[in-house]
């Protein structure tokens, strides 16, 4: 069935440095791709999304890019901020509407 | 202005209590969900509607009842409250079902709800 398979976590990493969470998909068709985040003690909100092949996502200085050839979206951010620190989920759509979340990882930035 | 609100934020209760959490969208949206957040902050899915009507309904105790009084509302009641239901309890809306294309769900901050 239809699933999303995020890295294990958690991750832990200092101020500035580079950051990159695999993410793969199983699905059917051609889904859409997230990346939501949720900061300590709040709801999840979207980062940014990628609606088809070769699509590249971006917000707050975080991207990735929809690729069809290997089933994968990962999340990268060249210089990670404390302010960073969060649990970051995978996400897409099937054909089915229903938005499917990988399990999430946790990331936290030392100063 | 909050868009997407859940009241309470906190309930800490017995086993076998009763309980209800509330939540009410003002973006218009049309679609409206309640999800599980268990301590490992994996996200299950566990109802959603749209337009009052019940979309989806995932594989959860029927000792857990959704209802949508109109678009804008969806409360959650469990009966006979049992310790593995304590989680944080997020309802989300968005403007078709699964974000209709978009993916974009828009979540409240969460009820987290103790069992003792």
């Known amino acids: 069935g239809d699933s999303v398979t995020q890295m294990e976590g958690p991750v832990t990493l200092s101020e500035e440095a580079f950051l990159t969470i695999n993410c793969t998909y199983t699905?059917?068709?051609?889904?859409?791709l997230f990346w939501y985040v949720q900061y300590p003690g709040e709801g999840l909100q979207l980062l940014l999304k990628?609606?088809?092949?070769?699509d590249k996502g971006s917000n707050k200085g975080f991207e990735a890019t929809y690729r069809k050839e290997t089933t994968s979206f990962h999340l990268e951010k060249g210089s990670v901020q404390v302010s960073d620190s969060a649990v970051y989920f995978c996400?897409?759509?099937?054909?089915?509407?229903?938005?499917?979340f990988g399990k999430g990882i946790t990331l936290s930035v030392r100063p | 202005d909050t868009a997407v609100s859940q009241t309470p934020k906190y309930l800490v209760t017995q086993m076998g209590n009763d309980k209800s959490i509330k939540c009410e969208q003002n973006l218009g949206h049309d679609t409206m969900y309640w999800y599980k957040q268990d301590s490992k902050k994996f996200l299950k899915i566990m109802f959603s509607y749209n337009n009052k009507e019940l979309i989806i309904n995932e594989t959860v105790p029927n000792r857990f009842s959704p209802k949508s009084p109109d678009k804008a509302h969806l409360n959650l009641h469990i009966n006979s409250l049992e310790l593995g239901d304590s989680a944080v309890y997020f309802c989300a809306s968005s403007q078709g079902p699964g974000g209709s294309g978009t993916g974009e769900l828009f979540f409240g901050e969460g009820s987290r709800l103790t069992v003792l």
């Open positions: 699905a059917t068709g051609y889904p859409s």
């Open positions: 990628a609606t088809k092949a070769d």
């Open positions: 996400a897409f759509t099937g054909a089915n509407s229903k938005l499917t």
